[in-house]
């Protein structure tokens, strides 16, 4: 009968109008929040935008400035500055965390890559800002928030990750007050916050992407020690020189070698710099008696460590 | 009878048009009503993602991936997945294995009802379907939000795996789903299929001949309307798809109601699939010992692997110089490759017509202009 598919049609319809009124105590048809009054529940793995832990007070932070998920961010939203004292001695923490909001896209690379589950993905969606570029770009105080917070909006899992880390170190010897951060405006001048604002796509043509395109006081000052010992040979002489390789294995690629190369093919290769040096440095910095702290390779972790303490006690510099 | 003397009209149907389902133009030229002459523009949405593969580390890429086909990025990154595995020779585990095909299927579904909710969008059928079909893809993204914390760019696969575990709780969810699909598919076929209009509108427009689908190498449901029985699922048996039963729909004629009808059939194919993967998951590791994330190389050489996304053959094409990044990183998108028998297939129909075919091939453009 022509129109019956039609009628048929219209039942369906006429059933959902009235099913959307009358629910019937079948909650889960109800699909309309009232937000901002009533907010969805959000689940546990959610993710919006990172932000830093710290454990306790801002100043023990987590985050040692090792520059892996600036280096690893697929879309490069991340810019680090480690933080250095009157002598130029790095302090295994940043004094410039600055994450753009604008180009994240909110991937989780970094968290996953972070060798010190320092990094960690917010739930937080309402993040406009009035200001398009000065706003966008969030800085170190702002992404610093406390593992009260962590646990509050993914309390399982950092329930796991404070499972896995050892017991709160005690405070950095010479704990310094977190700088304020100076606004990206004082940062820049003119000239170069406008070549920041033309973007970075805009200098794919020039060679390789510098970003951001201007270096905020990078390395101002090099101690004497680290200008000594960080001369680093070319990659093709440190074939042991990848974070892929295990342990084991890039011992037994630097057997033949000397000391300063066996302590480095035991580092964690990733020149995080948590030590002070990059891999190579401090490798140096030990073979040459000129540092005898061999616990200082954070991403090696415990085997780099008693590595090295067996090394350097054969070689009996301990 | 007299002849009136008539002209050509050249119409611009798009890129800023809803019918086009994105950034897509048509250049069409009418003879009255009837299409004479059909010209697909792409480009509007191009944003360099086979060159921006090729600056990023092999894992960098993954979650650009999710943006190729935004509807599907559990099957986009699955296909990336797979063929970097591939080149490298990881062994997934088998959890893993049905995590993916779980992930992959209910990705199937949710383009699928999205799929037909905008073909009969098309035909003026003005959102009712549509939204009955957002509502159900509501309850999956909500699935994919808890396992993989974002309901589209989801950055789930990694190589010999999946990031997160399920868990009991979420595999709960995922059955819940399943359960519940078969209803809403009845209720969607009461409310559309035997719809006069519908059939009106539908059979016998833009027939796509069996030879053309396989001469221009079309794949998905496209091509299994116009009766290729050809699914990668089938014919690769890649990951853990010779363990499922179920069968592959074909069509017979070819026309744009084969075409929503197969979505409908394949998605109930999906749901009988989903039921043996959430009974018959394993216990054990979801991603390879030997997976890692910074640091990874891949031997050199080339690789190609495919899968069968909703939309048809989604392909990856890697060639590695044994470094951290590839040399060569090249997408066969499904959507791309289906579009381009548009105008085989809209000719001599009228213009209204051209928007229901176009709408059953079902394009993204995030995947055709890359």
């Known amino acids: ?318 | 009878m007299s002849t009136i003397e008539t002209q050509m009209l050249e119409v611009s149907l798009g890129p800023q048009h809803p019918s086009t389902h994105g950034v897509f133009r048509m250049d069409v030229v009418l003879d009255g009503e009837y299409v004479v002459k059909l010209k697909p523009v792409m480009g509007y949405l191009h944003r360099n993602h086979e060159q921006i593969g090729e600056k990023m580390t092999w894992l960098g890429s993954m979650p650009y991936t999710d943006r190729l086909d935004y509807f599907c990025s559990m099957t986009n990154n699955w296909a990336y997945a797979l063929s970097v595995e591939k080149m490298a020779g990881i062994k997934v585990p088998e959890r893993a294995e049905y995590i993916r095909v779980i992930m992959a299927e209910l990705t199937r579904l949710l383009n699928h009802a999205c799929a037909v909710g905008f073909l009969l969008s098309d035909c003026g059928a003005w959102f009712t379907p549509v939204l009955y079909a957002l509502r159900e893809r509501e309850r999956i993204l909500d699935f994919f939000e808890t396992v993989s914390g974002a309901r589209m760019m989801c950055n789930y696969m990694r190589f010999g795996g999946v990031r997160v575990d399920l868990d009991e709780q979420s595999l709960a969810m995922a059955r819940a789903i399943v359960a519940r699909w078969p209803a809403f598919l009845d209720e969607f076929e009461k409310l559309m299929t035997e719809n006069e209009v519908l059939l009106a509108r539908t059979q016998r427009v833009g027939i796509l001949p069996r030879e053309l689908a396989i001469n221009a190498s079309v794949s998905g449901p496209v091509a299994r309307a116009s009766g290729v029985a050809y699914d990668i699922r089938k014919v690769d048996k890649y990951g853990v798809y010779d363990r499922f039963d179920f069968r592959v729909p074909v069509g017979e004629t070819g026309d744009t109601f084969d075409r929503f009808m197969i979505r409908i059939l394949e998605m109930r194919e999906s749901v009988k699939i989903l039921h043996q993967a959430l009974r018959d998951i394993p216990s054990g590791p979801c991603i390879a010992p030997e997976s890692k994330l910074r640091g990874f190389k891949v031997p050199a050489g080339d690789g190609y692997g495919r899968i069968e996304s909703p939309k048809g053959e989604l392909g990856f094409y890697l060639v590695s110089e044994g470094g951290a990044k590839p040399y060569r990183y090249h997408v066969r998108p499904p959507s791309f490759v289906n579009l381009t028998i548009l105008e085989d297939m809209c000719l001599g129909h009228k213009v209204a017509d051209a928007i229901i075919i176009l709408g059953s091939i079902d394009i993204v453009l995030g995947e055709v202009d890359r």
């Open chain 1, 1 to 318: 009968m022509i129109g019956k598919g039609l009628m048929d049609g219209l039942v369906v319809t006429a059933k959902n109008f009235v099913g959307s009124y009358f629910d019937g105590n079948r909650k889960e048809r109800l699909f309309t929040y009232q937000y901002p009054e009533e907010r969805m529940p959000l689940p546990e793995n959610s993710r919006t935008f990172p932000f830093l832990v710290y454990d306790g007070t801002p100043d023990q932070m987590r985050c040692t400035a090792c520059k892996v998920c600036e280096t690893e961010c697929p879309p490069q939203c991340i810019c680090i500055v480690m933080d250095r004292d009157a002598n130029g001695k790095p302090l295994r923490r940043p004094t410039v965390f600055d994450i753009d909001t604008s180009v994240c896209m909110q991937c989780g690379i970094c968290v996953e890559v972070c060798p010190f589950n320092a990094i960690k993905m917010d739930c937080d969606f309402e993040r406009s800002q009035y200001a398009r570029f000065d706003d966008l770009i969030t800085h170190l105080p702002t992404l610093l928030k406390s593992n009260e917070y962590y646990h509050q909006i993914k309390s399982a899992e950092a329930t796991r990750v404070d499972a896995t880390r050892k017991p709160a170190k005690k405070p950095a010897a010479a704990p310094t007050p977190v700088k304020p951060v100076p606004t990206s405006t004082d940062m820049r001048t003119e000239d170069e916050r406008q070549a920041w604002q033309r973007g970075y796509q805009g200098e794919v043509g020039a060679g390789e992407i510098v970003w951001p395109p201007v270096v905020l006081k990078k390395q101002s000052a090099r101690t004497p020690l680290e200008q000594s010992v960080s001369s680093a040979p070319a990659a093709n002489d440190v074939p042991w020189h990848d974070s892929g390789i295990e342990l084991e294995k890039r011992m037994e690629m630097a057997k033949e070698r000397p000391l300063a190369d066996k302590l480095m093919a035991a580092m964690a290769q990733v020149d995080c710099q948590a030590c002070g040096y990059d891999c190579r440095g401090y490798a140096n910095a030990l073979a040459s008696g000129e540092s005898k702290d061999y616990s200082r390779c954070a991403p090696g972790e415990e085997p780099t460590k008693n590595m090295l303490e067996k090394l350097m006690k054969e070689a009996g510099k301990i």
